[in-house]
């Protein structure tokens, strides 16, 4: 029996709404209890990430089908080539992020971006780094990247299981700034995954975006804090991402095998 277009599109519309909902709701109710149990804040998010990436990847290795989608990636040897316009990707994803992170704060302000800065100077330098560069990463690569888009991808399309998974990762934040900042760090990160369909390249990602972030001062990006700039790096990281998603699309279609349900038959 075949599904109409209209109710495949309804269920995937569903899909995208309940897989995101019930992770990122358990992660909260997980956090939640965390942070009871341990008191300070920036400790228990760290201690969170590392029980996800426990969680996560037990199932990714004990279970993975559960996770598997579409067609696999492309030979091995065929991802270096992919790194360099990665990597310049990157750049510009950083500063398309930072550029108009800065420009919302200069211009409105954000409450909920100074209070994540009074709680991190609150728990100490020791406590902010173990999570922005230790636990963050691959606690977060594990939830985004590791679960919930390919429990996305079963459904829907590379384009909507990215774009999903990057609005859901920057409002997880909590702040317009840092939601701006990370969006499109998000989508670059699903589209490495993507390609790779493995988590390290995207942990060393974050953690490069991160330890920018730390290191850079908002002082030396000051000259781009305005809409002129925010609004041009920000279409130079679409043109550079849409050049990697139509590589990423076009090296998932070739050679794919379809099997039952539209899933490839190539894991």
Known sequence: MTTSPIASRLIGIGWCVLVPFVAVAVYLVLGTVAVLLIGEPIVATAVLGTLVVVLVGSVRIQRPRWLA????????????????????????????GQSLALW???????????????????AGAVATLLLTLVAAPPGEEALFRGLIYPLLRKRV?????????????????????????TLPLAVLLALVYERTRVLWPCVLLHLGFN???????????????????????????AGCALGLYRRVAGGTATGAVRGAGGESAMQ
């Open 69 to 96: 989608h579409a067609s696999a990636p492309r030979p091995r040897p065929e991802i270096p080539r992919f790194g360099w316009p990665v990597l310049g990707c990157a750049v510009l994803a950083f500063l398309a």
């Open 104 to 122: 919302i704060y200069v211009t409105a302000g954000s409450a909920g971006f100074d209070a994540s800065n009074q709680t991190r100077h609150a």
């Open 157 to 181: 399309g590379i384009l909507a299981s990215t774009l999903v998974t990057a609005v859901v990762f920057g409002l997880l934040h909590g702040n317009a700034v840092q939601f701006a900042s």
């Open 211 to 237: 330890l920018a972030a730390a290191l850079v001062p908002a002082q030396a990006l000051g000259a781009l804090a305005n809409p002129v700039s925010a609004v041009f790096l920000r279409l130079a990281f």
